[in-house]
């Protein structure tokens, strides 16, 4: 391809790549072609003076992406499949097809009963039933609101604190105790389970890498293409000998069965009996650690293409800040979800979380702000923007924290992958953003940023050791690119058979973490001028390019 048909071909995507918002959400980033170029470091790099490249991820003279891999196999993974339909679409702008009011008292039940009923419209041509839209007001919501039938969405008029403009949720007791909100998605959790029968087949290539989309099975008779399928590669004492049995310190180490590897994806193509699908790999599968499998999913009571908007959650509470747990715990909650969103919204003084993800896939939380948790400052609490087990392909971006324990983690351990954090700001932080425990992969920070944080270390890529329960490796295949830790720690070392990385960051970016553990990968550490600024822009732009 050459270099003006890769820009005229960028220039025709101009129009669709701007709608998918992770070009326009921040002003820094222009929505027109010229900016689309200059966002995703297609405008070249030679005639730029003081821009550089990583080693590891660079363009070529057709202004295409192109990696190194070490010894070992590791490289960089593509990150730009998260958000909402993997980012092939932008988020939609549903119509409203009801608008309602608060009432006097609690307003649960008057919630509820509108969402239902806009649950029970047929749905359109693109899936959608409607969207409800809340009046500016105060509603004192004192139970759970739940948006658990597809194609419904919760549109507020804006996420102020005055009422006579924008809607605020006023989650009032503490009944059910540390409740949740708002909930986007299903009732339960069922761990991608149900497998379609004749579907179950062994993955049979010896090595499957990471970052790859292709490989071989037994039989592929029973799929296919489109078929959404689960990958799982079983916890066996190969691997975990393979990862140290995961690196717990004085903990006891991780046993047999505890942490199998799992992605949920789509089938794309079939050819004998190769599969590829639709998102690469977070981690390399070895057969001889791991007979890894996989199987068409039922997506029994899956629930999809819900959002919420615009709208302000402020959870009540009585007592002192850091002290107070008697009040909701967390603002909204993602569940049994498949494109999803949360965008334009703010979050106050929950204990837990303002978005946490729980079996999600395919999610974007834009522009949202989760502030001023009120609980105690100890485990379990103030993660402001959370992923737990199952999330994968998950988009934060233009998302803001403030006095959060860890402001932007996964809490998910071996079943939550491909999680990017866009453009991420967090304030006064109370201890780092992280991988939080038990192998999670392919977590991306890119442009984080702390502002005033209280504690030395805010970025965590590494090893954790005895904290918590066993966490050991926290993370593998995780990047912070072109981050702002505000003069503190950043540290990112490398876990057994994988590699993470500190790439362009600013700060004390180090290997030296609370647990010995050789380095990750440290490339440019307080170097300004790293091309491209953002490594999901770039990815996103090479992936529609191709």
């Known amino acids: 391809m050459t270099h003006d048909l890769s820009r005229r071909r960028l220039l025709g995507l101009g129009a669709g790549l701007a709608g998918s918002a992770i070009f326009t959400a921040s002003p820094a980033y222009s929505s027109g072609s010229a900016g689309l170029a200059e966002s995703a470091g297609l405008a070249g790099t030679s005639s730029i003076a003081g821009r550089w490249q990583s080693s590891l991820v660079q363009y070529d003279s057709a202004y295409r992406l192109r990696y190194s891999e070490d010894a070992e196999g590791n490289r960089i993974p593509d990150f730009s499949h998260a958000g909402y339909r993997n980012g092939n679409r932008p988020i939609p702008r549903v119509r409203t097809v009801q608008t309602i009011g608060p009432v006097e008292g609690d307003n649960t039940a008057h919630l509820q009963a509108a969402i239902d009923a806009v649950g029970q419209r047929p749905v359109d041509r693109d899936g959608f039933r409607g969207a409800v839209r809340l009046e500016p007001g105060n509603y004192p ?63 049979t290539s010896e090595w499957v890498r990471v970052g790859s989309r292709s490989f071989e099975v037994a039989d592929a008779s029973g799929l296919r293409p489109g078929d959404n399928i689960i990958l799982v590669h079983p916890c066996t004492d190969a691997w975990l000998a393979s990862v140290d049995y995961g690196g717990t310190a004085t903990d006891a180490p991780w046993v047999v069965g505890s942490q199998p590897i799992t992605y949920n994806r789509f089938v794309r193509s079939i050819r004998a009996n190769t599969v590829t699908v639709d998102v690469p790999l977070f981690e390399h599968l070895r057969r001889e650690r791991s007979q890894s499998y996989l199987y068409k999913w039922d997506r029994a009571g899956l629930v999809t293409g819900v959002g919420l908007e615009s709208l302000r959650v402020d959870i009540e509470f009585t007592g002192d800040p850091d002290q107070d747990e008697a009040h909701a715990s967390v603002a909204v909650k993602i569940r049994q979800a498949e494109d999803v969103w949360v965008r334009d919204s703010t979050f106050l003084h929950f204990a837990k979380a ?54 932007f983690i996964s809490n998910g351990n071996s079943s ?54 066993g966490h050991g490796w926290s993370t593998s295949h995780s990047i912070g690119w072109n981050c702002d830790t505000a003069g503190t720690k950043l540290v990112v070392q490398k876990p057994p058979t994988a590699q993470n990385y500190a790439i362009g960051c600013h700060g004390i970016v180090t290997g030296d973490g609370p647990f010995a553990q050789p380095a990750g990968w440290i490339e440019g550490a307080n170097r300004p001028g790293l091309w491209p600024t953002s490594l999901y822009q770039a990815q996103y732009v090479d992936r529609r390019l191709a």
């Open 141 to 203: 919501v004192a139970g759970t609101l739940r948006l658990n039938q597809s194609g419904v969405v919760l549109r507020g008029s804006g996420d102020g604190a005055d009422p006579a403009k924008d809607t605020i949720i006023r989650a009032t007791g503490n009944l059910p105790a540390s409740r949740d909100v708002i909930v986007l998605g299903g009732s339960a959790s069922t761990g991608w389970r149900g497998q379609v029968p004749g579907t179950l087949t062994d993955i």
């Open 354 to 407: 303002g978005v946490e993800t729980f079996e999600t896939t395919r999610a974007t939380i834009r522009n949202c702000r989760a502030l001023d948790p009120v609980s105690l400052v100890t485990g379990s609490r103030r993660y402001n923007f959370n992923c737990e087990a199952y999330s994968q392909q998950v988009l934060f971006a233009d998302c803001y924290a403030s006095k959060a324990r860890h402001a």
């Open 416 to 469: 939550a992958s491909g999680i990017v954090f866009l453009r991420g700001t967090a304030e006064g932080s109370l201890a780092s953003s992280e991988g939080h425990r038990r192998w999670s992969q392919g977590l991306l920070w890119d442009n984080h940023r702390e502002i005033a944080p209280r504690v030395d270390l805010t970025l965590g890529i590494y090893n954790r050791g005895d904290y918590g329960t």
